[in-house]
Structure formats: structure tokens, C-alpha cells
């Protein structure tokens, strides 16, 4: 850990947010807080734990840990990250009696606790916060995910909408040079303007060659949250086009030569490409009806759906921990790893789509597993996705980057 020193009389401490529960008084204060005397500051290294860098720092072992026990309830010894900073306040740099620990995990968000008469108490600041739309729109070059990134959305929401979208667009078919993609997401400012957080995205819009695919994100109001079309039909009812990230089609539905036995046949399913060990998800909620090595195929995973469905992954290098014949599993759930086993001259996920035991090709087949939104849900997300639509063509033709948006 690297130590530095700032005094001063009184320094107030410009946080945004404190949040927490004390371990012996809690208070929730209108105003940032402040404290009087000699400031430490201790920046969080690799492997660092809070009780040894209090330790590092002085600090006995025992006060160490009761620090350590007042801040848990706001912030867990997982929360470290390299490059934080903790601020121990004492009365003077001579005199070694700590008096509090700051600490801001994220913009926006402080954790503090001060030593009181009898115990350490743990304060919370919440700052107003305003929230905002902001969009980002670019061609397609090179996959959605890094065009979407170098256009500006945060890593994370761009995975998730990526996951979103496989069960709506054939990511290996449909996108087409110039084709593009434009976001719709929530920015959350603090009152000086800073930037506190992203929200959600909420909506996004592909052009595929001339077709538009617009999605849309909706909370039912029961704890549910999705994306949906604009008809209000669930997009994550949907058998996923592609059960895994970052692969390409090396061989599509259809007869075709064998690469391993050299003569014509019908391939019952598609090819995908990818790293060995790359995550295979189930394509629908199902139960495990087949987990074994199979001659052909190799190790496989035969998963049984609603109304005579069933899904196949071949050729996988594992299988999930735990999964069993019988076992049920979750719409994306990880179930296996791409591989080579079997008939197979390179890694790749070999999957079949079947309807009452007749293949399917599964790039264009769409099977629902839930039901769309109807009467009083769907008006609400028609309300809800009219008034957004409003505000995206606000911010479109004003040019602008933001758009200040009601309250949640």
C-alpha cells in the first residue's frame, strides 16, 4: 500500500454518497461530512485486506478489526479494488489516535465510521441525484460489441444487450456491411454535473440491411424486468439463436461433404467455431435428458423443451459441474465447453434444434417459451415505450449528447 499525508484544521470532504449501517450509532446526514485534524490516506493495493492495511498503517490489531466490523454493513472485504483510497483522520500527525476511515468506492458512493464514546458508528450521505438519457448510435463494424464500446457505451451494458439481442438477430447471418446499431441508456449526474453511474439500457435499434429490429427494455412492475419487441412479446421467450458468445458459423444446416468422413450427408444442425473452453448455454429453459460421450458426437448434452422440443450440444470439451440427467436448467444457463471430442476436426459447438423428432434449421426457426404482454401489462409498456420513443427523438434532433429525464 502507498501512504501519503494532508493536514488542515477543518477539511470538509466533498463525497457524493455515503451509505451504510452502523455498528453502533447510525446517522443519516443532509450534508457531506467532515472532520477536524490530520488526514492519511492509504491507497488499496493488489491483495490487500482492510484489517492488515489499518495494521500496515499503526493501527492495533484489535482496533483494526473493529473498524473493520463497523464498515461491513456498508462496504464487504470484497469490495477492495486497487487504486481506492482509504482516509485515516487522527487529531494530530504526533498523536496516533484514530478518530475515522473514509472511503469511496465508486464516484458517488462513500463509506465512512467514526469513533464515538462508546463504539465506532457508521454515517450516510446520499447526494440528489438526476437522471438522464443518452444515446450512442454506429455502423456495425466488426461486431456489435466493440462498435458498440468505441462508440461510447460502457463495456458492461453493451455485453448485456449483446445477450439480449442473440435471441432476435442471427449475429453470424444478419449483419451485413453498413449496417447499424443505435443505444438508448441512463446516465446519473450528481448536482456539480459529475458523473455518478450508468443505468440501463433501454432500448436499442438494429438496421439490417433496410430492416429495422427495435427492442425494448420493460419493468413489469412484479419484480420482473426484460426486453420485448414492440409488440410486447418477451425476447428472452425465445430459443437463443446462438448458445454462445464470439463464435462464427463454419457450417451451416443442410446437406453437405463431411469434413471427417468424406462423403455427402445432412448436417442436422449448425457449426460454431470458437476457442476451446468457450461457456455453452442452454438455448431455452429445458430439463437434461442425455449428459455422455457419444460416438459421433462426442461428449453431449441433450436438453428437452416445452411441446416436443429438443436441443442438442455436441462435440463439447466438458460438461458443466453438477449437470445430471434430470437436472432443469435456466435460458442461458452454462451448461458445457465448446471442444473437439468426437468426429470433429477442430473446436466447435455442434447444435441441433428438433420439433417432435424432425430437425430444424435453427438459424430460422423462432419457438416462444412465454407469453406476450397482454391487456393491462401491455398497455402500460406501450405508455412506457411511446413516451421514450419521445424523448429518443428529442435528443436525435437536438444533437445533443443528454437529456434530462423524470425520476424513476
Known amino acids: 500500500m502507498a501512504l501519503r499525508f494532508r493536514s488542515s484544521a477543518r477539511l470538509l470532504l466533498c463525497f457524493l454518497l455515503l451509505f451504510g449501517i452502523t455498528s453502533g450509532v447510525s446517522a443519516e446526514t443532509a450534508e457531506p461530512p467532515s472532520f477536524e485534524g490530520t488526514e492519511r490516506v492509504i ?3 493488489r491483495n490487500d485486506t482492510l484489517a492488515d492495511m489499518l495494521r500496515s498503517a499503526g493501527i492495533a490489531a484489535a482496533e483494526a478489526h473493529a473498524v473493520a466490523t463497523a464498515l461491513l454493513p456498508g462496504f464487504g472485504p470484497r469490495d477492495l479494488r486497487p487504486g481506492q483510497e482509504l482516509s485515516l ?3 494530530t500527525e504526533e498523536d496516533e489516535t484514530l478518530n475515522a476511515v473514509v472511503l469511496e468506492p465508486a464516484p458517488g458512493h462513500v463509506v465512512a465510521v467514526r469513533r464515538g464514546e462508546s463504539a465506532w458508528s457508521l454515517e450516510e450521505y446520499r447526494a440528489p441525484q438526476s437522471r438522464f438519457l443518452a444515446r450512442v448510435e454506429t455502423e456495425i463494424d466488426g461486431g456489435v460489441f466493440p462498435s458498440l464500446t468505441r462508440a ?6 453493451a455485453f448485456r444487450l449483446v445477450r439480449a439481442l442473440q435471441y432476435e438477430v442471427d449475429f453470424q447471418r444478419d449483419i451485413q ?17 459529475e458523473l455518478l453511474r450508468h443505468g440501463r439500457v433501454l432500448h436499442a435499434a438494429l438496421t439490417l440491411s433496410g430492416r429495422v429490429v427495435e427492442v425494448w427494455r420493460h419493468d413489469a412492475g412484479d419484480d420482473t424486468a426484460g426486453w420485448y419487441d414492440g409488440t410486447g412479446r418477451p425476447l428472452s421467450g425465445r430459443f437463443m439463436r446462438t448458445p454462445l458468445d464470439g463464435a462464427r458459423i463454419s457450417s451451416g444446416f443442410g446437406p453437405r ?6 462423403y455427402n450427408r445432412m448436417h442436422r444442425g449448425i457449426d460454431f467455431a470458437a476457442p476451446t473452453g468457450t461457456a455453452v448455454y442452454a438455448a431455452a429453459p429445458g430439463r437434461v435428458a442425455v449428459v455422455r460421450a457419444e460416438r459421433g ?4 448434452i441433450v436438453l428437452t423443451h416445452a411441446n416436443g422440443v429438443s436441443t442438442r450440444y455436441a462435440h463439447l470439451s466438458r460438461f458443466a459441474r453438477g449437470l445430471r440427467v434430470g437436472a432443469t436448467v435456466r435460458q442461458g444457463q452454462t451448461i458445457g465447453a465448446v471442444g473437439a471430442t468426437g468426429l470433429a476436426t477442430g473446436p466447435h459447438l455442434h447444435y441441433e434444434l428438433m420439433i417432435a423428432g424432425q430437425a430444424r434449421d435453427p438459424s430460422r426457426t423462432l419457438i416462444a417459451t ?4 397482454r391487456g393491462p401489462a401491455l398497455a402500460a409498456f406501450q405508455a412506457k415505450r411511446r413516451r421514450l420513443e419521445t424523448d429518443i427523438a428529442t435528443l436525435r434532433g437536438s444533437g445533443g449528447i443528454e437529456l434530462a429525464m423524470a425520476p424513476d
Open 43 to 45: 491507497t488499496v493495493r
Open 89 to 91: 483522520w487522527f487529531d
Open 152 to 157: 461510447g457505451l460502457p463495456a458492461p451494458l
Open 177 to 193: 456491411p453498413g449496417d447499424r446499431i443505435s443505444v438508448a441508456f441512463e446516465r446519473y449526474r450528481g448536482p456539480d454535473g
Open 257 to 262: 461433404r463431411h469434413p471427417v468422413l468424406g
Open 297 to 300: 458426437y462426442g461428449r453431449t
Open 370 to 373: 412465454e407469453e406476450p404482454l
